[in-house]
């Protein structure tokens, strides 16, 4: 028995800061799905495989766990690997296919089992949980998310500009949303949270007063 807490949204909105940060204030545990599709970038980039070339073969090769908020590929512990920029774009891609969603989806649910959790990603209140006792669609205007992204400084390359980190998160938008299986959308009974011109303070007390 679980209760979970889905939180999904775009790329660049802050969802897994806030994810983390309302998890915390529950007394929650906490779980980013997207480190998921990052570690097999990470693994497959790692191998020389092509992003879009990877086959249920490889997957088999690639034993994912949680351990509590931690991720662990083959048992070693992933973290700052998974916020490189080519894992970013690489996620985008490899969650298109029909086959490595179906592989992570136990992978995820193994997850929840058992805890009050918040899990966030961008399908997680429209297929991993639609029977989520809360759902939240975490969102940003396009501008604002790339605004963010180049003054956290992470998951950007080097001499990235504004204009081509908007390009990158609009591109990814639209793979992610556009995808033929479980395509990034906000959840019926989902609480839309725009968070353009919120502090996160503002957001999270905003989804934990309404959970």
Not at 11 to 31: E, H, N, P, Q
Not at 34 to 40: E, K, M, N
């Amino acid at each position: 028995m679980s209760t979970v807490v889905a939180i999904d949204g775009p790329a660049g909105a802050g969802k897994s800061t806030v994810a983390r940060l309302v998890a915390a204030r529950l007394d929650y545990s906490y779980i980013n799905t997207g480190s998921l599709y990052r570690a097999l970038a990470y693994a497959a980039k790692a191998s020389g495989i092509a992003f879009d070339m990877i086959t249920p073969e490889f997957l088999n090769s690639c034993h994912l766990e949680f351990r509590g908020a931690d991720l662990y590929l083959n048992d070693a512990k992933l973290d700052a690997e998974l916020r490189l920029p080519d894992c970013a774009r690489g996620a985008s891609i490899i969650s298109a296919k029909p086959f490595v969603r179906d592989y992570l989806m136990p992978v995820q649910r193994n997850a929840a089992r058992g805890q009050w959790i918040v899990m966030e990603g961008r399908d997680i209140g429209t297929v991993v949980f639609p029977d989520a006792e809360k759902k939240f669609f975490v969102t940003a205007s396009v501008e604002e998310r790339a605004r963010r992204r180049m003054a956290q400084g992470n998951e950007v390359d080097c001499g990235a500009t504004f204009e081509s980190i908007l390009a990158d998160i609009t591109a990814r938008d639209e793979r992610d949303m556009n995808r033929a299986v479980a395509p990034l959308k906000q959840a019926d009974d989902a609480i839309l949270i725009d968070t353009t011109g919120l502090s996160i303070d503002e957001v999270v007390d905003r989804i934990t007063a309404l959970c």
